[in-house]
């Protein structure tokens, strides 16, 4: 017998909604899982690749007075992760060490003490698992960004996450180092604030911020992004969640006022800049010839190696901000622009490789270029390169020649 036809409509209805939230959660469930999933298989297997590079170098124990003892976890501890780890254990300014570690700020410690009851107490362990994790969940983030972008798709983000898994500096994905925490913050901040959850976005920022300074720079992008909604919008005034574009600014403020309580100087994080590593503000030219004059002066082919890879760096963040001036994506080009901007304008151009993993809008900006033939080429060209220069920074990493 026939259903009714008012009933038969609605059965269609439905099925029809449910194929939709089934595609939506493709979008937003599975998409990422699988990414995150596929990018921590491949951190373990840049981690094991490592080692195998180590072990067949004849790589000792680590020599250092924070070195944990494990021959393996400590191949992925060197160092910064050293000045994180000393915090994690024993706070800023311990007795004795008056500088430089007020130049790291606190979140990723904090971090790695609070959860190394997991790892029995080891530090060291704990921080790798937060970069393993981190990693994990900033890849799937960054699918997740792509997938929904007005230019992008699952096609164009699989494109990106790729490029993020054969970066050539991925192994600090897989060290004891804050650039996994970061680009996930700062992803999850980025998702938040596209989908309008304002309150959330700012949280998130401002844990971003307690990671790295960089985080000022995602503030200031998460502005231009406030801007370009509220104007979409049409709206006569902002509503009260512009507030939470302050929140940042708190995480920086706190840091700030501790170090002050501790050295008396409102600026201690800056004077540990330049006091550690005589790092200080320059014209982009005076910068420019200093990196210049650092590699024409390297003593052997690593250092001289890591010294072009910081200069092609750069240049490679100045060309994606051409790009993204060129998409008109005014927010990642604030983000972007600031952060090379930071480098160009220093006298210290170094681990800028490293710098460009939490470049997030070079790898949105790149996906989501028209697919044409010869994209498609020059595409597969440039994960050709970046995969050898991956296996390259991987072996001079697993020797111990060259870390940042």
Request: proline residues 5%; hydrophobic residues 55%; contains cysteine.
């Amino acid at each position: 017998m026939p259903l009714p036809q008012h009933r038969a409509h609605r059965i269609v209805l439905r099925r029809t909604v449910l194929q939709r939230v089934v595609i939506v959660r493709g979008v937003t469930v599975a998409g990422p899982v699988r990414a995150a999933a596929a990018f921590l298989v491949s951190r373990v297997l840049l981690g094991a690749t490592v080692l195998a590079m180590a072990a067949f170098a004849g790589q000792g124990a680590v020599d250092h007075p924070w070195a944990t003892g494990s021959w393996w976890l400590d191949h992925f501890s060197a160092w910064d992760s050293y000045h994180y780890v000393r915090i994690a254990t024993l706070g800023y300014l311990p007795p004795g060490l008056d500088c430089c570690d007020q130049a790291y700020f606190p979140g990723y410690p904090l971090l790695m003490a609070a959860l190394a009851p997991l790892t029995g107490g080891n530090v060291t362990a704990a921080g790798l698992l937060i970069s393993l994790v981190a990693g994990a969940a900033a890849a799937g983030l960054l699918w997740l960004l792509v997938a929904r972008d007005a230019r992008g798709g699952t096609a164009a983000a699989r494109r990106a996450v790729t490029l993020l898994a054969l970066a050539p500096s991925g192994f600090f994905f897989v060290a004891v180092y804050t650039e996994a925490l970061f680009l996930a913050l700062a992803l999850g901040a980025w998702v938040l604030a596209t989908r309008r959850h304002w309150w959330l976005a700012g949280l998130v920022a401002a844990l971003a911020t307690g990671v790295r300074v960089n985080g000022l720079f995602l503030a200031a992008a998460l502005v231009v992004l406030y801007a370009v909604q509220w104007h979409s919008d049409g709206r006569a005034r902002p509503r009260p969640d512009v507030l939470a574009l302050g929140l940042p600014a708190v995480s920086v403020a706190a840091f700030v006022t501790y170090l002050h309580s501790r050295t008396g100087s409102w600026d201690a994080w800056r004077e540990a800049e330049h006091r550690g590593w005589d790092r200080a503000t320059a014209w982009p030219w005076e910068g420019l010839a200093t990196a210049w004059r650092s590699l024409l002066d390297s003593p052997n082919v690593w250092l001289a190696a890591s010294r072009a890879a910081d200069i092609a760096a750069v240049l490679f963040g100045v060309a994606v901000c051409v790009l993204l001036a060129r998409q008109r994506r005014w927010p990642e080009l604030t983000y972007l622009g600031l952060t090379v901007g930071i480098v160009v304008c220093s006298t210290l151009w170094v681990s800028t490789p490293r710098y460009a993993l939490t470049w997030f809008p070079a790898y949105l900006a790149i996906a989501t270029l028209r697919d044409t033939p010869a994209y498609r080429r020059t595409y597969a060209v440039g994960l050709a390169l970046s995969a050898a220069l991956l296996l390259a920074a991987a072996w001079a990493t697993a020797t111990r020649h060259w870390l940042a």
